[in-house]
């Protein structure tokens, strides 16, 4: 073969095995992290715009929550008590009549809502999420169902049954959520991007033992110029915190990497040079806990087949997260990066 034709060739094959290099990059997620408050008074609801405003830019294809996962049995043991499955297994008696698979049934419902909103039909997978222990999409369910309360009202007999049951629940989620990330962010994103279901990603399974090291170390330390230098952290934390609130720039403040790395400092570093054990203890179970938050995320992409996901997170969570993703491999975009 001439060597013209071999330079050819080789550069052909270079350039096939390059395109096939990126298609396999391109199969990656990528992934969003918002670090979030809990609760923004509605006076200082101003926050909320500019965040929303950078998802609507970012145009994610699904989303991933702070909520456990209905699978999770030992988190919904840490949310319900042992004895959660025989509840649950008693209120499917109570309003079907019969033991059912709930996911049967929640995969029923939601393709009869993909073709036509329907209240009746809504009613019935908000039920079946209950049952199937999954609340985050449960309460997904109650916002869609605000949204036009008017048509739900007629169809709930508020004195007995399910329905009873339903109105306590649901009227108290309003209540609870309404000044929320999930009112003022998530929900209005999912609506707004056609996105029908949420990802519940979170790992409670540390809760105990997570506490239970940090009072010990809080013990050990009480009194001392380090736990000084901890409240101190946190005090200052908090004014700076608030004085964001105020000027309506919290939330773009607290997802740059600036306050990230701060929050990761506060959060599980700053009594390092104490080498108190439990405090050690505590900072490693947190970070364990975020491992498998991260692993969790990669799981619902995987499973959604998402290409672009958005993750909402207590902001504490957004280095660890951040970092356990990018170590796997995955780009990951603070709200800054929008």
Known sequence: MPAYLRITLLSFVTLLFLVSMQKTKDTRPEFLLIGTFHYIPDSLSCNWSDAYRKLLQYKPDQIA???????????????YTKNYRAVWDSLILVWVGKHINPADSIRHYTT???????PKHRLQLWKY???GLDMGNRNFQNYLIAQNSRQYESLIDTTKGWDKYFWTRYKRMIEDKKDSEFFKLIYPLAIKSGITYLYPTDDRITFP??????????????????????ENFWAEYKKAETAQLRQCNAMLAINSKEW???????????????????YKAYADV?????????????????QSK?????????????????????EKGYKVKLLEDI
């Open 286 to 302: 947190w970070y364990q806990r975020n491992l498998s938050i991260a692993n969790r995320i990669i799981a619902a992409a995987r």
């Open 65 to 79: 929550v702070e909520e456990v996962m209905p699978t999770d049995e030992a988190s919904l043991i840490q949310n």
């Open 112 to 118: 009869l809502l993909s073709v036509k909103e329907n």
């Open 306 to 326: 998402a290409k672009k996901m958005a993750v909402f997170y207590g902001n504490m969570h957004i280095f660890p997260v951040k970092k356990y993703l990018e």
């Open 209 to 230: 033992i997570q506490s239970e090291a940090y009072s010990k170390f809080a013990e050990e330390l009480e009194g001392t110029a380090a736990m000084k230098k901890l």
């Open 129 to 131: 999420y209950h049952l």
């Open 260 to 278: 990230v790395a701060k929050t990761d400092y506060g959060q599980a570093h700053i009594l390092d040079d104490t080498h108190n054990k439990h």
